[in-house]
């Protein structure tokens, strides 16, 4: 992955952690224990994996104090209370030496309202839209054609990958990442019936958005109707998510691909909601509630939790007998009331 | 929201209804009932929320003739036999007042192919690319970073925000609104198989699309393998939606987010389908079928009517033994009945 | 479809076929066998359809040997051992007759790094931007508003239809067809928890794909993590589908539209994978699974076979209680047992 190995002394002066052995140790790349080479570092945060210990050709493992002793001998070793946090950090600092820094400096061929406000260190990629307006934070980079329309606003060192659409009104906060294809303020879906069809109703709120929230490739986050869609602090969404209007997601949730949350649906602080998981709308859903992927939530959740709802898979022609019979599910319980009666 | 209050007596100049009282209030926002502040008009369109009227902070109620009596004997009021069309309405006119108007012209930016026709009062936005052949209606407006591929033709007032991509010979009608990401026209998914892996079926035909249709962002709509895929008027399709080669969709239907329809099934109209329903290929759907969320429709519908077929969530530990006892259920039928044999 | 009709004699020396009879017929488009006219030509693949031979207008009509006299009797024919083979066939050779040629050279509004290296015949649509070190093959046709970042490659005669992001140092191989709205090498979705709230674990990894890859509209497919995400030959993969980091999926998967595979999980070749069918993470599945639509994978599955797990939808008054009576499916069995037990 990278062109430069670098030694352990100096990743271990960049990320602290207790070295045993081998300072002058080239590494040149980061890999899984069961794929790592002479040149890789590796980590072990789960104690399951620790067999692979024997067994890997790591230069280096980062491992918890527990596991010091096993670690240091077969090689060299970074002790650490928590390896994947420590981990974590290392992918950042790895990164950072990786890639290309960015250009602050706007493209030639961006196109930037002269109304708007961009801060000090901005990266305005090649043909981004910038409208009258907006409003670009110190060193935020804007991909190439993004589109920042008026009003909108970008914190501070926020990144917007290429193509991403940011509407009018709307705000994200600092050190926010978002990938590209998301659509940030689009209308949310409301329309009242008549004799002649729909009428639209104008979505007339926006969407905010808190300081270090990841937002995946294509996903949605519709504008509020009324008040605005809120998505709080330390949100990560992962990708091809629908976020409806008027929405409220609280601190440090985070939620797995391809899921929805319904019109005006409320989620508390520290939840995990697993791939492809629904909750329908107008629902509250409580802190520390952990819904399982593919999970549709139809009622509120007022308990912290584990909370399930998927069909079980089996091979087909189970399933095609199984399923018959859940048709038949209530009549079945009838006819065992009646059995016990007896 | 808006910068520039406004008397009551000048809304219900443009709106109609009756006013009772207040004609002189000035007005600077619509809000809900419960978020109001002596500044908002709000409405009352379920009854469920009637007890609402007596803390209500809202300058103006907007109610239904059973309760204009109520409504008046709090504060201004506005009586109408369907406060939810009114209230739509009236976003509509705020939105009408509130946004800025839409700029005739093309961006210079854009890439307009000399062969396209563009009609009166059209606004191509920047870095536009519009095909030959392409045909772009009176007042039509294209976003920033649209493609309108050759032979394609938009409606007269339709918009289409940033960043649609509107493929070669499709068409859509007057008066629709294209969310941003949308893709129309991109292969339906079809393959012979072979000895020496997959044959691309070519997909021959278009997408053609009514009058008055929403599209939510990032939803795909695909063409057609010979035949078109078919969107009728007045059709409203959320965010991420799939819509495969050759469905039809019958007239005044909507579409929450996250669905797909597969191919070549037929949609009846005056349908509503939930947020992430699914609908298998070859299907006919009938006119007032009414599909709950997340419902998967394996077969086809005849009769109007409301059908559902959503697992149940609950706490983990209880979804684990009902789910491990449906994988049996067959069986347990199967003892039910030797039971009642004996 | 096409302004000019071609002699049958002429479509059957491109594409070869025992042609019974018309052989001065003119064909003006292919049609379904119940929607063609009298200048379409039509195919029979499927034994279930031939009533449909008595009544369809085609001039033409492609059968197996078996149903050659049958065909024969009614118009002209062209036999081939597999009919459905010879379509795909046609549409391909008609659409190549119907369509623009591609127009190699770079479009004055492409952004083209100098660093960039572009093969013999190459097009580059308006606005496509090619970032520092991108390699694209002979004959690959990049669509307007694309971004292939750094350091990525795209094969020979490949196409990315407008607006598609390559993402930095990621791979696809030759022939491949990437349609609109795909987001290739966004960040896969991990983090380490920590007191501090979620800490980015950056994604280091590329993607790769094979050769004759087909990906459609709005997909996207997340970079590994710390090695590849990887797509082999000959995969197909619909619109709107999420490919986790480190997914693998084997040559001439198939996966309809709106699934979502997470991360590091592993499929074979040859599987089939329905609509909205999701498979969870770090699970193995063999070569030949087919897994129904919107069914949901939680294990491995190590044998090849037909596997489903989708929920039957009923009438809703139906679906409630048989849903209800779910919930308590365990007592149920509990109850029956105590029965057996007297």
Chains 1, 2, 3 share one sequence.
Not at 93 to 121: C, E, F, M, N, Y
Not at 169 to 176: D, E, S, V
Not at 215 to 228: E, K, Q, S, Y
Not at 298 to 311: A, F, H, K
Request: net charge neutral.
């Amino acid at each position: 992955m990278s062109p430069t190995p670098v030694a352990l002394s100096e990743l271990i002066a960049a990320l602290g952690g207790d070295l045993l052995g081998g300072s002058d140790l080239q590494i040149a790349g980061i890999a899984p224990l069961d794929e790592a080479d002479e040149r890789s570092i590796a980590f072990l945060a789960n104690p399951r994996y620790q067999v692979q210990l024997a067994t890997t050709r790591a230069a280096c493992v980062i491992v918890a104090p527990a596991l010091a002793e096993a670690a240091a001998a077969r090689g060299a070793a970074i002790v650490t209370p928590d390896p994947y946090l420590y981990f974590a950090r290392l992918t950042q600092w790895w990164a950072q030496r990786t890639r290309p820094a960015a250009k602050a400096g706007v493209h030639p061929s961006a196109i930037v309202s002269p109304d708007a406000k961009l801060g000090q260190g901005v990266e305005i990629g090649p043909l981004a839209v910038i409208e009258s307006g907006a409003v670009i934070g110190d060193h935020a980079r804007i991909g190439a054609h993004c589109v920042v329309e008026r009003d909108a606003h970008v914190g501070e060192r926020t990144r917007l990958a290429p193509r991403v659409v940011l509407g009018y009104g709307c705000r994200i906060g600092a050190r926010g990442l978002v990938h590209s294809g998301v659509v940030i303020g689009a209308d949310g879906f409301g329309f009242a019936p008549s004799r002649d069809g729909y009428v639209k109703i104008e979505q007339l709120g926006n969407v905010t958005i808190g300081d270090d929230v990841e937002i995946g490739a294509n996903t949605c986050i519709d504008r509020g109707a009324l008040a605005d869609t809120v998505i709080e602090d330390g949100v990560k969404l992962d990708n091809l998510i629908q976020i409806a209007h008027n929405v409220h997601i609280g601190k440090r949730t985070a939620m797995a691909g391809c899921g929805a949350i319904a019109g005006s649906t409320r989620i508390g602080a520290n939840c995990t909601i697993g791939g492809a998981a629904n909750i329908i709308g107008h629902l509250n859903i409580a802190d520390g509630v952990h819904i399982s992927a593919c999970t549709t939530v139809t009622r509120d959740i007022t308990q912290p939790g584990v909370y399930t709802g998927t069909y079980p898979f089996e091979e087909n022609s189970s399933w095609q007998k199984n399923a018959a019979t859940l048709r038949q599910l209530h009549t079945l319980r009838e006819r065992v009331r009646a059995l016990e009666k007896k």
